[in-house]
């Protein structure tokens, strides 16, 4: 029997990135949607940060690149969505990426640090 492999397709850190912003996008908009029908719009756009530098380029660069053509729809939509105002996208330093602590092996400092951005409670501490 012959075992076969199956295709992998991988993607550029920005690629990915992307398509998790446009999937961001789509759930920002559905959320305001349904503070809408609450009668509680928004009064502010919702900020994303990112530590990538090439997606906060392509999000704000108009012409498409060779780069980029998987991902032209997510790019039109998330270009859309921040000229309408519903969110903006900000920079921020990859060691002070909140995600970080869930996706990486962190410094314990670091991870002190990140945690304490979280807002957790020890809900098993004594009152």
Known sequence: MEIKEEPTISRSSSEAEYKAFATTTCELQWLSYLLQDL???LSQPAT???DNKSTLQIASNQVFHERT???EIDCHLV???LNS???KLLPITSSM???NIF????ASAQFST???KLGLTNIYSPA
Do not use: D, F, N
Request: proline residues 8%; hydrophobic residues 35%; charged residues 25%.
């Open 85 to 87: 105002g519903l969110l």
């Open 39 to 41: 009668h509680l719009p």
């Open 103 to 106: 996706t990486k092996p962190l």
């Open 69 to 71: 053509k998987h991902i």
């Open 48 to 50: 994303l940060y990112c």
């Open 79 to 81: 270009r859309e969505k």
């Open 97 to 99: 990426q909140v995600a």
């Open 114 to 116: 990140l945690k304490s």
